[in-house]
């Protein structure tokens, strides 16, 4: 699987992903920087990291949609490559339009850095393929706007395609309020787009994927796991139509 | 060059934290039937511009593209010929 991390001016959790893909992980893995505008098709999958690009300001992720390199991932995620936002990253495609919703400030207008239970809502897309749903896994949340919105329309939407990937829960997997710690519609963590290619969540799997860091979680590996899993399953894919067609020739 | 003022605001509906906590604030001050409390925010620049339509067409793009996110904000805007730069 082949990885690229963007950095922007103020991502902090590039070499996390970086280190997570690349070492633990042991994918081919480069860093983009926002600036560029070279086409992604070398890419399985684009990671934009958690941080504050651009300070945050105006509101997170408005600013950094703009910057050249998004451009490209737009046309890389229309034809079908796999993007994963994580915490900023996800506030950025929802500004960009790739995710729908937005994410507020949170409802107790803290700054939160703890670890969540999350409860896997939906195991039908590459990030979560490697799950059972109803799964409980522990991650570390560490944002100040994760407060996810979206209108009663757009939930039923989400929640009818099956494209709510993560609730926060309590340690049973109960989705309650009590376990809900920034105030998202409905507990959202997580999700997907209609295509299932382009994923968003705040908590953190890069700080849980490897047994030296997570706080005895590891959980966030999983979702290397899967991304692994999708795209082996893609290559074999293209492998044998590769082949079928010399077969004809 | 043309005085512009953007206000956006959270739309209606949409829980407003920072709103209800000052909202909070005043009610403990004693300071009664204070309601719907919301912050925003206001945005003040100058604009090059050969007539006021051609400001406002831009300043509406300029709130569209990115000044407000409509998903959970609305704008306002007022536009002044020249006044005082501060």
Known sequence: MRCAVIRFLGSNCDADCYHVTKRVFHHPTHYLWYEEERDLDDYHLIIIPGGFSYGDYLRTGAIARFAPIMEQVRSFSEKGGLVLGICNGFQILTEMGLLPGALKINRGLRFICKYVYLSVENNKSPVTRSFKVGEVLQMPIAHGEGNYYIDEGGLLELEEEGRILFRYCDEEGEVTQDSNPNGSVGNIAGICNRGRNVFGMMPHPERCAEALLGNGSMDGGGIFNSLQEEVEEINARTKEMGEGRTHKE | ?86
């Open chain 2, 1 to 86: 060059m043309w005085q512009v003022m953007v206000e956006v605001m959270p739309k209606k509906g949409i829980l407003n934290p920072e709103g209800s906590v000052i909202q909070e604030a005043l009610l403990s001050l004693g300071y009664k039937g204070v309601s719907h409390l919301k912050v925003g925010k206001t945005m003040k620049f100058y604009l090059e511009g050969s007539s006021q339509g051609q400001v406002e067409e831009q300043v509406q793009k300029m709130c569209k593209q990115l000044l407000a996110n409509p998903v959970i904000e609305d704008y306002t805007y007022t536009i002044l010929a020249e006044g005082d730069k501060g």
